[in-house]
T-cell receptor, first 114, second 114 residues
């Protein structure tokens, strides 16, 4: 069965500091992994996705994530936080091969302190 | 512009009423999805449809119904049988998550039961 755990429902960082949002997955098959961002009262926007082409995935807005099979992790990072990064971030894992389902984590709310 | 539209943005329902949430896409995607979002619980799949005139139950389909008469449209009806319908509802479209395709999300409808 596929599932995702996001450690830390709230993360606060100072502007200019490193952003690290944690995601661990459980999957019975090689997974496809996604990070989405949600601004208040809006839909989700894709930040990046892992589809086995490369373990380090670069996304939009300076974010990147590294797939580590040995740790079953797909943590999201950004070297320098900006005020506009304040939002909620969701990690998701795909269902079995050929399935449409995405399984989402419970989200991490990022606060950026000026 | 290509995208997904949801209407209305805010919806208020009285106890015992059925309400229908609209979702339209012009991305020419075969698959469409409805998710429910509650604080601290991430997104949960209600229904999805891979082709016109076909749809499948997700994890929390009880109290909801859908139709897929056109490729572009996937309306969701929240029936009076749904005991706790107050939530943020997100529609998405895209390909097959199990092969790494991306799901694209609409802006959401916030439903409140009075």
């Amino acid at each position: 069965a596929q599932s995702v755990t996001q450690l830390g429902s709230h993360v606060s960082v100072s502007e200019g500091a490193l952003v690290l949002l944690r995601c661990n997955y459980s999957s019975s098959v090689p997974p496809y992994l996604f990070w989405y961002v949600q601004y208040p009262n809006q839909g989700l926007q894709l930040l990046l996705k892992y589809t086995s082409a490369a373990t380090l995935v670069k996304g939009i807005n300076g974010f990147e994530a590294e797939f580590k099979k040995s740790e079953t992790s797909f943590h999201l990072t950004k070297p320098s936080a900006h005020m506009s990064d304040a939002a909620e971030y969701f990690c998701a894992v795909s269902g079995p091969s050929g399935a449409n389902n995405l399984f989402f984590g419970t989200g991490t709310r990022l606060t950026v302190i000026p | 512009d290509g995208g997904i539209t949801q209407s209305p943005k805010y919806l208020f329902r009285k106890e015992g009423q059925n309400v229908t949430l609209s979702c339209e896409q012009n991305l020419n995607h075969d698959a469409m999805y409805w998710y429910r979002q509650d604080p601290g619980q991430g997104l949960r799949l209600i229904y999805y449809s891979q082709i016109v005139n076909d749809f499948q139950k997700g994890d929390i389909a009880e109290g909801y119904s859908v139709s897929r008469e056109k490729k572009e449209s996937f309306p969701l009806t929240v029936t009076s049988a749904q005991k706790n319908p107050t939530a943020f509802y997100l529609c998405a479209s895209g390909g097959i998550a199990g092969v790494g395709d991306t799901q694209y999300f609409g802006p959401g409808t916030r439903l409140t039961v009075l």
